[in-house]
Nanobody, 125 residues
């Protein structure tokens, strides 16, 4: 089993930055891709970014437009989502997830096997 703990959310003004972290524990050798998703009230869960754990290849949701960067520190089993130029529409609960599939373009929630508990990001205007 894999246990994910995501953190780093908070309240930030529009134009500000936040860095989310996702620490994995348990069977960390059993998954190969880490992703970030978000879900705003009344909306479906939306793909944000993904990275392959060994190769570091990444992909992003269309709305990111260069504002976010996904990265990893394999030695400490932690992934990161650096978010810059935040907008009020980025307000959501952000979830990290891990997949047993190895592919940087896993953009559907159903392709992920393990999930963090979520961290709230609120961007004020």
């Amino acid at each position: 089993q894999v246990h994910l703990v995501d953190s780093g959310g908070g309240l930030v003004q529009a134009g500000g930055s936040l860095t989310l972290s996702c620490n994995a524990s348990g069977r960390t050798d059993s998954w190969y891709t880490m992703g970030w998703f978000r879900q705003a009230p009344g909306k479906e869960r939306e793909f944000v970014a993904a990275i392959t754990w060994s190769g570091g290849s990444s992909s992003y949701g269309d709305f990111v437009k260069g504002r976010f960067t996904i990265s990893k520190a394999s030695a400490v089993d932690t992934g990161y989502l650096q978010m810059n130029s935040l907008k009020p529409e980025d307000t959501a609960i952000y979830y990290c997830a891990a997949s047993i599939r190895y592919a940087p373009r896993l953009q559907r929630a159903g392709e992920y096997d393990f999930w963090g508990q979520g961290t709230q990001v609120t961007v004020s205007s």
